[in-house]
Every structure is written in C-alpha cells, then in structure tokens.
Nanobody, 117 residues
Framework: QVQLVESGGGLVQAGGSLRLSCAASGSISSSHTMGWYRQAPGEQRELVATITSTGGTNYAASVKDRFTISRDNAKNTVYLQMNSLKPEDTAVYYC???????????WGQGPQVTVSS
C-alpha cells in the first residue's frame, strides 16, 4: 500500500502562482511514476504532469511552460509549481503514484485549486 498526503491548493487570482505537494509513504517501489491529474466539474480527469523515479517528465500541452513538476526522492515527495494560472486551471488536483511493473495506481484526496478572473 502507498499513502499519499497532499498539501497546497486554494484560491488565487488569474496570473498568480500556487504550489502543490504530495508526500508518498508505505511500500515505495523503486520503479514508479508520480504525478498530478485534475478534474474540473462536469469534465473527465485529465493528465497535468508526471515525473518518473529517474526524473523524466511529461506535461499536458495546456500547462507546458507554466507548470513545473519536480521531486525530492529523499522525501518521496513530488511538487507541482503552477505559474501564470488561468481560470480554466480551476479543478480538483489529484496526486498519483503508479507502479511501472503492475501499472497499479494510488490516488490522493485531491486539493481544490480555484483561479478567479
């Protein structure tokens, strides 16, 4: 089992910044990917950004050049720095931990991010 504890999120004006954090604990396998997905009301959950255990990153086109995902392996923590936020970034942001071998994924509770215009 893997437990994910998220922090950050909240309300910010358009153009502002927020940082999300997600700390993983439990049975942390060496080969895994951590990342963030988001889900707006009435929409499907979508990929925001992921980072592998070796630091490889992947971003959704809508956030590339505005968001940066990073990780601290010593703390098993992943971060999402969100800059130049737009109202369309408003969503619940879910942290995920996915084992590369089994592809089994764990999900966090999801902090709310609200961007006002």
């Amino acid at each position: 089992q893997v437990q994910l504890v998220e922090s950050g999120g909240g309300l910010v004006q358009a153009g502002g910044s927020l940082r999300l954090s997600c700390a993983a604990s439990g049975s942390i396998s060496s080969s895994h990917t951590m990342g963030w997905y988001r889900q707006a009301p009435g929409e499907q959950r979508e990929l925001v950004a992921t980072i592998t255990s070796t630091g490889g990153t992947n971003y959704a086109a809508s956030v590339k050049d505005r968001f940066t995902i990073s990780r601290d392996n010593a703390k098993n923590t992943v971060y999402l720095q969100m800059n130049s936020l737009k109202p369309e970034d408003t969503a619940v942001y879910y942290c995920t931990f996915r084992r590369l071998v089994s592809q089994y994924a764990y999900w966090g509770q999801g902090p709310q991010v609200t961007v006002s215009s």
